[in-house]
């Protein structure tokens, strides 16, 4: 029974234990087992540990303490921005290539004492066709190669026999991914689990069992099968998110990102911190959810490139509402507002009508609380004062992005639209 007990104990042990579980399987029972097996483990230990098990060892307290530090949930590293983008990945050229039928077969059947037995080639297995499937876990487009081929299909074989179907590769890919073809917009996968069948397969060959008919009892025939269908597409992740936030670099967008929502966001002193779209969920308490987007900064002439351009647009494309987040301790922001404007519109025309608020951000400093009346009077939409650094009236931000969703989703119903 002591030996059993010693088993057990070595079994929940570390790594450690078992240089020395040679030893106490060959010690003789009893007392003098027990004491030198203690001591054993005992030496085993770290100085900490040793000095707690002076007392006297408890072998199930030991093993747990042991294992304490594997057991514990490793806490999930924060990607750095500069990683992220290594990671982040919003457009793709990709090449697909659906898998060739398999071949078909050409044999006779025969056997003693029927030696012919007639045609009994099989049929070839269809190629495997490519399919892009939208995943909600998936969160770029990094992971799509730019080449896909699909498994061709077997090839049939005597005996009747077929080959088997080459199976559908499936490329996964986030919600809101465009597929386009020479730039005219293909599907757009917006739920998750939608799939679209880019390339079909190759349809398999024929074998000369098929080919049998009164004229001819042994064909000779067998076809070989079609090759799988080629495709030169682009994909497009667009961010699916209800609110988008723009602003000019240091606005504070990503710490009010961070202020009212579960996202994290970089947040540093200088400009250009965000490089790739962030998106963050604001809960209700009646558990609706409203997905706000974090975009790069946007300056004066982006549209001509400056900064980091005005490519990244296509992230709040998809916004229903805007917020106009203006760091209010800048001199004139109002001046700041018209420019972000300009910009939106030269992507898209009439993008910075939406329906939108404007957030009046770093109100705990004492430049910006001067500026917001006359900020006021400069325009006509509704103006938030917040301060996303201290946390100071973010509730209302929070309650007015509520109004918006649910205006928008009345709008949608009246509309009789259905959207995600
Ligand atoms: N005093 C004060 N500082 C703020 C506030 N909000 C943001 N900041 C500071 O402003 C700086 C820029 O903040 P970010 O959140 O990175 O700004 P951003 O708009 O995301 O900047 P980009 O990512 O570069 O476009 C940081 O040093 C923040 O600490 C605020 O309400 N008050
Ligand atoms: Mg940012």
Same mark, same amino acid.
């Given at each position: 029974?002591?030996k059993?007990?010693?088993?057990?104990?070595?079994?929940?042990?570390?790594k450690a234990?078992w240089?020395?579980?040679?030893?106490?399987?060959?010690?003789?029972?009893?007392?003098?087992?027990g004491?030198?097996?203690?001591?054993?483990?005992?030496?085993?230990?770290p100085?900490?540990?040793?000095?707690?098990?002076?007392?006297?060892f408890?072998?199930?307290?030991?093993?747990?303490?042991?294992?304490?530090?594997?057991r514990?949930?490793?806490?999930k590293?924060?990607?750095?921005?500069?990683?992220?983008?290594?990671?982040?990945v919003?457009?793709?050229?990709v090449k697909?290539?659906?898998?060739?039928?398999?071949?078909?077969?050409?044999?006779?059947?025969?056997?003693?004492?029927?030696?012919?037995g007639?045609p009994?080639?099989?049929?070839?297995?269809?190629g495997?066709s490519?399919?892009?499937?939208?995943?909600?876990?998936?969160k &770029?487009?990094a992971?799509v190669?730019?080449?896909?081929?699909?498994?061709?299909g077997?090839?049939?074989?005597s005996?009747?026999?077929?080959?088997? #179907?080459g199976?559908?590769?499936?490329i &996964?890919?986030?919600?809101?991914?465009?597929?386009?073809?020479?730039?005219?917009?293909?599907?757009?996968l917006?739920q998750?689990?939608?799939?679209y069948?880019?390339v079909?397969?190759?349809?398999?060959?024929k074998?000369?069992?098929?080919?049998l008919s009164?004229e001819?009892r042994?064909?000779?025939?067998?076809t070989?099968?079609?090759?799988?269908?080629?495709?030169?597409?682009?994909?497009?992740?667009r961010?699916?998110?209800?609110?988008?936030?723009?602003?000019?670099?240091?606005?504070?967008?990503?710490?009010?990102l %961070?202020?009212?929502?579960?996202?994290?966001p970089?947040?540093?002193?200088?400009?250009?911190?965000t490089?790739?779209?962030?998106?963050g969920?604001?809960e209700?308490r009646?558990?609706e959810q409203?997905a706000?987007?974090d975009?790069?900064?946007?300056?004066?002439?982006?549209?001509?490139n400056?900064?980091l351009g005005? &490519?990244f647009?296509?992230?709040?494309?998809?916004?229903r509402?805007?917020?106009f987040?203006?760091?209010?301790?800048?001199?004139?922001?109002?001046?700041?507002l018209?420019?972000?404007?300009?910009?939106?519109?030269?992507?898209?025309?009439?993008?910075?009508? %939406?329906?939108?608020?404007i957030?009046? #951000?770093?109100?705990?400093l004492?430049?910006?609380r001067?500026?917001?009346?006359?900020?006021?009077?400069?325009?006509?939409?509704?103006?938030?004062?917040? &301060?996303?650094?201290?946390?100071?009236?973010?509730?209302?931000?929070?309650?007015?992005l509520?109004?918006?969703?649910?205006?928008?989703?009345q709008?949608?119903?009246?509309?009789?639209?259905?959207?995600?």
């Amino acid at each position: 029974m002591v030996k059993g007990t010693m088993l057990a104990l070595l079994w929940r042990g570390r790594k450690a234990c078992w240089s020395f579980a040679d030893t106490i399987w060959r010690c003789g029972s009893g007392q003098e087992m027990g004491q030198r097996t203690c001591s054993l483990l005992r030496e085993s230990f770290p100085p900490a540990m040793q000095r707690r098990t002076a007392g006297g060892f408890r072998g199930v307290c030991t093993s747990t303490a042991l294992h304490g530090k594997s057991r514990g949930n490793p806490k999930k590293k924060n990607m750095s921005e500069k990683e992220l983008t290594r990671h982040f990945v919003d457009h793709r050229r990709v090449k697909l290539v659906a898998g060739s039928g398999g071949k078909g077969a050409c044999s006779f059947h025969s056997e003693p004492r029927k030696e012919w037995g007639g045609p009994d080639g099989g049929n070839g297995g269809d190629g495997g066709s490519i399919i892009i499937k939208a995943d909600r876990f998936v969160k &770029s487009l990094a992971q799509v190669i730019p080449v896909y081929k699909a498994e061709d299909g077997q090839s049939g074989s005597s005996k009747n026999c077929y080959g088997r #179907n080459g199976s559908a590769t499936y490329i &996964s890919v986030p919600v809101g991914t465009v597929v386009k073809e020479q730039g005219a917009t293909v599907i757009d996968l917006t739920q998750h689990g939608q799939e679209y069948l880019a390339v079909f397969g190759g349809a398999g060959g024929k074998g000369n069992r098929f080919f049998l008919s009164n004229e001819n009892r042994a064909p000779m025939m067998a076809t070989a099968g079609m090759a799988g269908q080629e495709r030169i597409i682009q994909l497009e992740l667009r961010t699916m998110a209800h609110a988008g936030l723009v602003g000019f670099p240091n606005a504070g967008k990503s710490s009010l990102l %961070r202020a009212i929502s579960n996202a994290r966001p970089a947040v540093a002193s200088y400009p250009f911190t965000t490089l790739n779209p962030h998106v963050g969920i604001v809960e209700y308490r009646d558990h609706e959810q409203v997905a706000v987007a974090d975009i790069p900064g946007i300056i004066r002439g982006a549209h001509l490139n400056r900064g980091l351009g005005i &490519s990244f647009l296509r992230h709040i494309e998809r916004c229903r509402f805007l917020l106009f987040v203006l760091d209010l301790s800048a001199p004139e922001p109002w001046t700041q507002l018209q420019d972000l404007r300009y910009e939106l519109d030269q992507y898209e025309p009439h993008l910075s009508q %939406r329906p939108q608020a404007i957030v009046a #951000n770093k109100m705990d400093l004492p430049e910006a609380r001067e500026k917001l009346e006359t900020l006021k009077s400069h325009v006509t939409q509704r103006v938030i004062p917040v &301060s996303a650094l201290t946390g100071q009236n973010t509730e209302e931000l929070i309650l007015h992005l509520r109004e918006l969703y649910d205006g928008f989703l009345q709008g949608d119903d009246s509309r009789g639209v259905k959207t995600n």
